[in-house]
Structure formats: structure tokens, C-alpha cells
């Protein structure tokens, strides 16, 4: 019973978040120098994202790679990155409104700008994921590349959206 569980298939909760943690790496990339979408995911794939662990990496080069990393939900990873570039003027409106004071979407950092830019293209298209667990997918994307007050901006951000877009929900 336990190889049919080691054995099955992976639960897509991971493989969401490793889906969002690469759209937000590639949709920084594309933000920093505007590169065509389809065209960085397929590099992005296939030459930077490499899951399993040293099956992985066949040299066997300690430096080459990260490890163990789980693979990405493709069509979610796929969903997110074009979605934002389809969208991204229409995203950036949203996360206007939510901004405080004299903040605008382009003073914000890049990185903060694509994080919120994922999180609000799901609050927006993926009603079947509840708005708390994008909100924390995101928050936990924002530790993973911030420290201090960036990510309580995130969450600042997010969670007025949420409201927002997902009305009686949260």
C-alpha cells in the first residue's frame, strides 16, 4: 500500500506552488527585458527548472542545479505566465486601486510588481482556488525572494483585492 502512495500521483498542491514560484521568476525576466512569454518558458523549462534530483543533473556536478526540485504544474505555470502578459494593463489597474497614498504600480519593484501581478491574475481567473490560499502561495513566494517590509506590502495589497474581487469570501 505504500508504494501505490509513494507510486501515485504527486499532489497538485505542490506542484502549484512550484508552477507559481516559476511564473513569478519568469515573469521577472520577461519584466526586466521584455522577452516574448512563450519563448521564456520554453529556456526557462528546459534549461533552468530542472526537477528529480540528480537524475536531474547526469553530470553529477553538485554546483550545477538546484536540487530535488518538484516539478512545476506546466499548465498552470503556462495559465499564469501568459495570462499576466495578456492581461497585464488590466492587472496593474486592480493593483493601482490598491495602492496607498502616492504609490503607483511603477514605482514598485519589479519583483514585487510580478508577485502582485500572479497573485491578482489568479484572485481574478481561478475561482476554484480560495483567495486565502493564493494570498499565502504569493506571501510564501514574496519570504522567498524578500525580507522586511516588501511582504507586508504584498499582503496589504493582496488581501484588499481579495476583497474586492472575491466578494463575501474572505
Not at 527548472?49 to 538546484?66: C, L, S
Not at 481567473?125 to 517590509?149: M, Q, R, T, W
Amino acid at each position: 500500500m505504500t508504494d501505490a502512495v509513494e507510486n501515485g500521483p504527486k499532489p497538485t498542491g505542490n506542484r502549484r506552488s512550484a508552477a507559481r514560484l516559476a511564473a513569478v521568476q519568469a515573469l521577472y525576466e520577461m519584466d526586466m527585458v521584455d522577452a516574448d512569454a512563450d519563448a521564456v518558458l520554453e529556456e526557462f523549462l528546459s534549461k533552468r527548472w530542472r526537477p528529480g534530483g540528480p537524475e536531474a543533473n547526469p553530470a553529477g556536478d553538485p554546483t550545477d542545479g538546484d536540487p530535488a526540485l518538484i516539478e512545476p504544474d506546466k499548465e498552470w505555470l503556462g495559465d499564469i505566465v501568459h495570462g499576466v502578459a495578456q492581461n497585464r494593463d488590466k492587472l496593474d489597474g486592480l493593483i493601482g486601486g490598491a495602492l496607498s497614498g502616492e504609490w503607483t504600480v511603477d514605482r514598485l519593484e519589479s519583483l514585487i510588481r510580478v508577485i502582485l501581478r500572479s497573485a491578482v491574475f489568479e484572485l481574478s481567473n481561478k475561482p476554484n482556488v480560495p483567495a486565502s490560499v493564493v494570498i499565502n502561495e504569493y506571501l510564501d513566494v514574496a519570504h522567498a525572494f524578500l525580507e522586511g517590509p516588501e511582504t507586508g506590502l504584498v499582503n496589504g495589497v493582496l488581501d484588499r483585492l481579495a476583497r474586492d474581487l472575491r466578494t463575501g469570501e474572505l
